[in-house]
């Protein structure tokens, strides 16, 4: 295979979690009965750019299907994330009635609501139909396809061109990431913002983050990466901001090359930097996954097979696709993780991918009193055990598995 940002053949792996359904491909009781895909999840880093990558096994029009199941509203601190963003974004770009406001991945409105609320004109760029459709059910507008060049200059002739353009973890899940960059500087008003925000590889790292590696998520993006990309594509970064959500997340600002020149502030040269300090330009930076992995897969496996002997009863919550990364990698099933209750009820009454653990409403908890809930978003953790602090009431406990395992 060759890198999907500069061509060059890869030759460095990062890590082999064998095979695993794509992890967004919920079951339906009826499906239970039928053979699920499973493909390889490889993961390789490009020695020229530097841009970490799954292996091609499939197609994005399968993972990102009229029936996905991911919708970003059942989050609240999500929410609250979007609409401060929102704010900032008015404030400091003096956005306003005049403007016009572009999400690509815009999911179901979880952000868009908020500039509407605004009274700016706006437009979601979103291919999945069950969240597109939840989207219009808040009176926004969406076009239902995915974003790249022809689609911008398609927007650009309709009067969309942006003076601010929003794309929140949706770069790491374009197969196309040169036209999906390049449909930025297409679109963008000469004085026109994007933002970029995206898991940070550093993190991924360093936090043993293996389980946020999926089929979905084509690429893991250190800034060093982002900012060849964006230059391949016509887009300079002149901004960036380190965010806590997502285990640790960057927030990248561009402007069009060609554009009205923003001074590019010290933060960009900082952070880059500090990716050369630690060695994201080597391969042993790259070494470290695998192992971490391994390690904490043995220690949910010793985990969850000392409380089956302890007749202590283990559920889940949260059928987050890490989670499935995380249950596949493990070899985890409903014998051990007994249900996972999740909040989206387009997920309630489906199976996990793979384990096929069956997904119900948060309501079980109480009703059954779980000794231990393993929650498969680490990363949500304080609002997930403050949502539901009944569970401390029966003395039942949190658990999270990665970087570590925690009984909390």
Same mark, same amino acid.
């Given at each position: ?7 060059? @053949? ?5 890590? /082999?979690?064998?095979?695993?359904? %794509?992890?967004?491909?919920?079951? #339906? %009781?009826? #499906? ?29 029009? *399968? ?12 989050? +609240? ?75 911008? @200059? $398609? ?18 899940? !374009? ?18 913002? &994007? ?45 960036? *901001? ?16 060609? $554009? ?23 391969? $042993? ?13 043995? #220690? ?9 002997? @302890? ?30 209750? /999740? ?11 793979? +384990? ?16 231990? !809930? ?12 403050? *949502? ?7 003395? $039942? #406990?949190?658990?999270? &598995? ?7």
């Amino acid at each position: 295979m060759n890198c999907r940002g500069c061509g060059s @053949a890869l030759h460095l792996p990062l890590i /082999d979690l064998g095979t695993s359904p %794509p992890s967004n491909a919920y079951l #339906q %009781p009826a #499906q239970l009965a039928e053979a699920e895909q499973w493909v390889p999840l490889r993961v390789a880093v490009c020695e020229q750019c530097w841009l970490v990558q799954t292996e091609d096994y499939t197609r994005a029009e *399968q993972l990102f299907d009229a029936d996905y199941a991911y919708f970003s509203s059942y989050s +609240s601190s999500w929410l609250a994330h979007a609409e401060a963003y929102v704010a900032s974004m008015v404030e400091r770009f003096a956005l306003g009635t005049h403007s016009r406001v572009v999400e690509i991945a815009a999911n179901d409105g979880y952000l868009l609501q908020y500039v509407d609320r605004r009274g700016i004109p706006c437009l979601g760029v979103e291919p999945t139909r069950s969240t597109a459709d939840a989207a219009r059910a808040k009176g926004l507008e969406v076009r239902e396809v995915f974003f790249g060049r022809e689609v911008a @200059a $398609g927007l650009l002739a309709d009067g969309w061109g942006a003076d601010l353009m929003a794309a929140n973890n949706v770069l790491a899940h !374009v197969p196309d990431i040169n036209d999906f960059l390049g449909g930025f500087a297409t679109l963008l008003k000469p004085a026109g913002v &994007a933002t970029f925000e995206f898991p940070h590889l550093l993190s991924l790292i360093a936090d043993h983050q293996f389980d946020t590696l999926y089929h979905e998520h084509y690429s893991y993006l250190s800034l060093t990466a982002v900012q060849t990309l964006c230059q391949r594509n016509g887009l300079e970064i002149f901004d960036v *901001q380190e965010l806590t959500t997502h285990g640790g997340s960057l927030r990248v600002f561009v402007q069009r090359i060609d $554009g009205m020149g923003r001074t590019v502030t010290p933060a960009v040269a900082e952070l880059l930097a500090l990716e050369e300090r630690v060695g994201v330009r080597t391969a $042993g930076f790259y070494s470290t996954l695998a192992p971490a992995a391994e390690r904490i897969k043995l #220690q949910l496996l010793r985990f969850l097979l000392e409380a089956k002997a @302890a007749g202590k009863r283990v559920v889940g919550y949260g059928a987050a696709a890490k989670g499935n990364t995380l249950l596949n990698y493990a070899g985890v099933k409903a014998d051990l993780l007994a249900w996972v209750a /999740d909040a989206n009820p387009y997920k309630q009454g489906k199976f996990l991918p793979g +384990s096929r653990i069956p997904i119900v409403p948060p309501e079980r908890l109480a009703q059954e009193q779980p000794d231990y !809930v393993l929650v498969l978003p680490w990363n949500l953790i304080e609002e997930i055990s403050s *949502q539901y602090a009944c569970v401390k009431t029966w003395g $039942g #406990q949190f658990v999270i &598995a990665v970087p570590e395992l925690k009984v909390l």
